[in-house]
């Protein structure tokens, strides 16, 4: 599989719980971008790294939510002390020069 | 004000019609401009991409840019059901940093 892959699919977690997901990029991109959707919006920018460099982050991502890039190779974006606020689609793109290709992203729904 | 900035319908076309849909956005210096379509319960996948003023066109989809106007479209011909979703406009600003709009979402009756 060369797409961008996400895991996992779905998480349902108690508010207060720390939850953690992992984007595989493509492999060649060096570009990673995470992304929060909710429901009729579209898709929101948290953080971009270009190889293991994180270079942006959103003023939406707070100090409850981290992301590393070890190696430039896979991401995963943690949150801590979840909130029922943070229930969203969390999608992860990668790219190289152009556009950015998706993963499936992960529902996390806070109870 | 908004990056990008898109009206989010819904917009409904009758089959084999024109589907037109428009986007603006707020950083002059945006040099890169993207649609994407997002099936209800998917992730976005990229149609179009342009870069430079005026017209692209890719089988039925046309993408239209206007850096003067800071304005970029998306004309899609012989409208199809399986078109209807949602069309993201994209602009990468001059940050590097990926901004999309709210989206339209577009049904096409048969």
């Known amino acids: 599989d060369t797409g961008v892959s996400q895991d996992p699919r779905h998480k349902i977690t108690k508010r207060g719980q720390n939850v953690t997901f992992r984007c595989d990029p493509i492999?060649?991109?060096?570009?990673l971008y995470w992304y929060r959707q909710t429901l009729g919006q579209g898709p929101e920018f948290l953080t971009y790294?270009?190889?293991?460099?994180?270079?942006?982050k959103s003023r939406l991502l707070s100090d409850r939510f981290s992301a590393e890039r070890p190696k430039g190779s896979f991401s995963t974006l943690e949150i801590q002390r979840t909130e029922q606020g943070d229930s969203a689609m969390y999608l992860c793109?990668?790219?190289?020069?152009?556009?950015?290709?998706f993963g499936s992203g992960t529902r996390l729904t806070v109870v | 004000q908004k990056e990008v900035e898109q009206n989010s319908g819904p917009l409904s076309v009758p089959e084999g019609a024109i589907a037109s849909l428009n986007c603006t956005y707020s950083?002059?210096?945006?040099?890169?401009f993207f649609w994407y379509r997002q099936y209800s319960g998917k992730s976005p996948e990229l149609i179009m991409f342009?870069?430079?003023?005026g017209d692209k066109e890719d089988g039925r989809f046309t993408a239209q840019l206007n850096k003067a106007s800071q304005y970029v479209s998306l004309l899609i011909r012989d409208s199809q059901p399986s078109d209807s979703a949602t069309y993201l406009c994209?602009?990468?600003?001059?940050?590097?940093?990926?901004?999309f709009g709210t989206g339209t979402s577009l049904t096409v009756i048969p």
């Open positions: 492999s060649e991109h060096n570009r």
């Open positions: 994209a602009v990468r600003n001059t940050g590097n940093q990926f901004y």
């Open positions: 342009i870069y430079s003023n």
């Open positions: 950083d002059r210096g945006s040099q890169s």
């Open positions: 790294f270009q190889n293991e460099a994180q270079l942006e």
């Open positions: 793109a990668s790219s190289s020069t152009g556009f950015d290709t």
